[in-house]
């Protein structure tokens, strides 16, 4: 019998920095046993080389097993898709998920989503979550802000983006640099009414 899944979240890696976000949420998201769409830009593989021990390779098939091994998915839970894989679920409405996290989000990805430029499958998919009213979350990390920034992010505010800056607080008193990753990620599952015991909800203990 094949395993069934709870709904599929889209989750795209892009070019900044914060790799670990994205790769924790993947995990996270397979251990809440939803199914995973994953999609890595070409410079967020470079990020992952920079600041993880991690390489992954780029062919989906193989993103898959290295996703799968690192994440301890069950066959069939993750999929991934190519830059330019026009034919994927995600580059239509009638085929996307309900739920989609870009993290985390360049500034590039950001000023490309803000525009509808959808020059590749991240930012086509991200162009149909709003054109069909689907929840998208992005998690820019970039320090300071420019005006061009803010504006872009008021505007996908406006379109009915959620913008969830990888800004994680201290009030839980972090021991590590897990914990701080485990805070952003704890927002994100909240966002998408996942449940979680990463980090306590403010008043618990």
Not at 5 to 16: I, M, S
Not at 61 to 70: D, H, T, Y
Not at 126 to 136: G, M, P, S, T
Request: glycine share 6%; aromatic share 4%; charged share 20%.
């Amino acid at each position: 019998m094949a395993n069934e899944f709870k709904p599929p979240v889209t989750v795209a890696l892009t070019g900044a920095s914060g790799a670990q976000y994205g790769l924790r949420l993947i995990e996270c998201l397979v251990a809440a046993e939803h199914e995973v769409w994953v999609m890595i830009s070409k410079a967020a593989h470079l990020v992952i080389e920079t600041e993880t021990e991690e390489s992954l390779p780029a062919r989906p098939e193989r993103l898959v097993e290295a996703l799968s091994g690192m994440s301890g998915a069950q066959p069939g839970q993750i999929r991934c898709f190519a830059r330019e894989d026009w034919m994927a679920p995600v580059a239509s409405g009638s085929g996307a998920p309900a739920s989609m996290v870009i993290c985390p989000c360049s500034t590039g990805t950001l000023s490309a989503v803000a525009a509808g430029a959808s020059n590749n499958l991240i930012e086509r998919a991200a162009d149909v979550a709003l054109k069909e009213r689907r929840q998208l979350i992005l998690v820019p990390r970039e320090t300071p802000f420019s005006a061009i920034h803010l504006e872009h992010m008021l505007s996908l505010t406006r379109m009915g983006a959620v913008i969830l800056p990888a800004a994680p607080g201290f009030y839980h008193q972090p021991s590590s640099i897990d914990d701080l990753i485990d805070f952003i990620v704890a927002r994100i599952l909240n966002q998408l009414g996942i449940e979680h015991r990463l980090v306590p909800r403010w008043g618990e203990t």
